[in-house]
């Protein structure tokens, strides 16, 4: 998704999550404050550490729902917990902002995840829908690279791909 046909498509799927959450349901918040929670979403993640677990009613609502491929949960004890730990388990990966698609009341960040001390990056999704806080996120990106950096998953997923792949000619 690095060329321009990766932007249109960028920008195409961030107009489908947005449209589909907007005729879903009313969300109330600003421009501005979209724009305020979106800086202080990049800031949270440029680096990750523990911190990123720490004061999170700066940026999300006490009841906020979030989602990913590794779990759901409800509420900012919960999601402060969730943040610590992977903040413990990723420390010092780095998150760069490549793209966001905004509205009054949602947004779509597009973003980059670079492992600490290198390796292959990892590209994701944040959907992030605000009133006067983020109140529901809901990241997508590829688990499989995930696991593809555990050993004994990466012999896994290599054999489940080499199953799915079409024979060679």
Not at 66 to 94: C, N, Q
Not at 140 to 155: C, E, K, M
Not at 157 to 168: Q, Y
């Amino acid at each position: 998704m690095r060329s321009d046909g990766g932007r249109a498509l960028r920008v195409t799927l961030a107009a489908v999550l947005v449209a589909g959450v907007a005729a879903g349901e009313n969300a109330a918040g600003s421009a501005e404050q979209t724009q305020l929670m979106l800086a202080r979403f990049a800031a949270r993640f440029a680096e990750v550490g523990p911190q990123v677990g720490e004061h999170l009613d700066e940026l999300y609502a006490a009841d906020v729902t979030f989602r990913d491929p590794v779990t759901s949960l409800t509420g900012i004890a919960d999601l402060s917990r969730y943040l610590a730990h992977f903040g413990e388990t990723a420390r010092g990966a780095r998150f760069t902002i490549t793209d966001t698609v905004a509205q009054p009341g949602n947004a779509v960040v597009f973003w980059t995840m670079t492992p600490a001390g290198g390796g292959d990056p990892i590209d994701g999704v944040s959907h992030l829908r605000v009133r006067d806080r983020v109140y529901d996120e809901r990241d997508y990106f590829d688990l499989g690279a995930v696991y593809d950096r555990v050993p004994v998953l990466r012999w896994f997923t290599g054999l489940v791909k080499s199953r799915l792949a079409p024979p060679s000619p």
